[in-house]
T-cell receptor
Framework: AQSVSQHNHHVILSEAASLELGCNYS??????LFWYVQYPGQHLQLLLK??????LVKGIKGFEAEFIKSKFSFNLRKPSVQWSDTAEYFC????????????FGGGTRVLVKP | DGGITQSPKYLFRKEGQNVTLSCEQN?????MYWYRQDPGQGLRLIYY???????QKGDIAEGYSVSREKKESFPLTVTSAQKNPTAFYLC????????????FGPGTRLTVL
């Protein structure tokens, strides 16, 4: 069965530190990849997505992610975090081989200390 | 003001009672989805509908039912058959089907006492 793994469940870091959140998925073929963010008390929002083309994708709020097909990975990065980046981050993958349904990882809670 | 609305934000029910969660969208999206969010498990798909009067089971449909009588509305009923109904429920929609980006509502937190 398809699966999406986010290896870090909790991350704590200080403002201005760099952030990298891992995301790996288990199935091959053509995939669409997404990162969503859920700020405290707010809707789940789309941060960025990859459908095709340049594997380095830039999203909102200074986030970027790199699709590495050979590693089945789509890691999220931000060079310098702010306190307002405190949130839960979800990786999601859609594959035609899996009926085009969106499968989410377990989420990573990020706490940025001021 | 366009978007997806879910009501109520918090819902309490006694064990053994059915409860219906509301989801409405005014984005003119064809497809709508229901997810359940539990700590550490991410979001899991309960049901989805790509068009009015049609819907499909997701990964965890047991104990849930849905209807799609109108394009704007996709209510979810949590039945007494659902063994562990206490959770955060999220509704989403997308333009034309499962290949498009999904946009999410604010969620309903259901607590069964």
């Amino acid at each position: 069965a398809q699966s999406v793994s986010q290896h870090n469940h909790h991350v704590i870091l200080s403002e201005a530190a760099s952030l990298e959140l891992g995301c790996n998925y288990s199935y091959g073929g053509t995939v669409n990849l997404f990162w969503y963010v859920q700020y405290p008390g707010q809707h789940l929002q789309l941060l960025l997505k990859y459908f095709s083309g340049d594997p380095l994708v830039k999203g909102i709020k200074g986030f970027e992610a790199e699709f590495i097909k050979s590693k089945f990975s789509f890691n999220l990065r931000k060079p310098s975090v702010q306190w307002s980046d405190t949130a839960e981050y979800f990786c999601a993958v859609r594959s035609g081989a899996a009926g085009n349904k969106l499968t989410f990882g377990g989420g990573t809670r990020v706490l940025v200390k001021p | 003001d366009g978007g997806i609305t879910q009501s109520p934000k918090y819902l309490f029910r006694k064990e053994g009672q059915n409860v219906t969660l509301s989801c409405e969208q005014n984005l003119n999206h064809d497809a709508m989805y229901w997810y359940r969010q539990d700590p550490g498990q991410g979001l899991r798909l309960i049901y989805y509908s790509q068009i009015v009067n049609d819907f499909q089971k997701g990964d965890i449909a047991e104990g849930y039912s849905v209807s799609r009588e109108k394009k704007e509305s996709f209510p979810l009923t949590v039945t007494s058959a659902q063994k562990n109904p206490t959770a955060f429920y999220l509704c989403a929609s997308s333009v034309a089907g499962v290949t498009d980006t999904q946009y999410f509502g604010p969620g309903t937190r259901l607590t069964v006492l």
